[in-house]
C-alpha cells in the first residue's frame, strides 16, 4: 500500500459518509467518535444492549 491508496480510501470512505456503530468503553468513547468524524464517517456511540437490535437494523 502506498500513500496514493490511502489519499484513494480516504476519498471512497468521505464520499460514503458510512455510519458507525460502536460499542467501546466510556473511556475511549470522545476519542474514537473524533476520530470517525475526521475520517468522513458519522459515529453512533452506544453500547446498551437494549439499542443493539435498533441501530443494526
Known amino acids: 500500500m502506498n500513500i496514493n491508496d490511502v489519499i484513494q480510501s480516504l476519498a471512497a470512505v468521505r464520499a460514503q459518509k458510512p455510519l458507525v456503530h460502536n460499542i467501546t468503553n ?3 468513547t470522545n476519542f474514537t467518535a473524533n476520530g470517525l468524524y475526521a475520517l468522513g464517517a458519522s ?13 443494526a437494523a
Open 26 to 28: 466510556l473511556v475511549v
Open 43 to 55: 459515529p453512533i456511540m452506544a453500547y446498551a444492549k437494549e439499542e443493539v437490535a435498533d441501530i
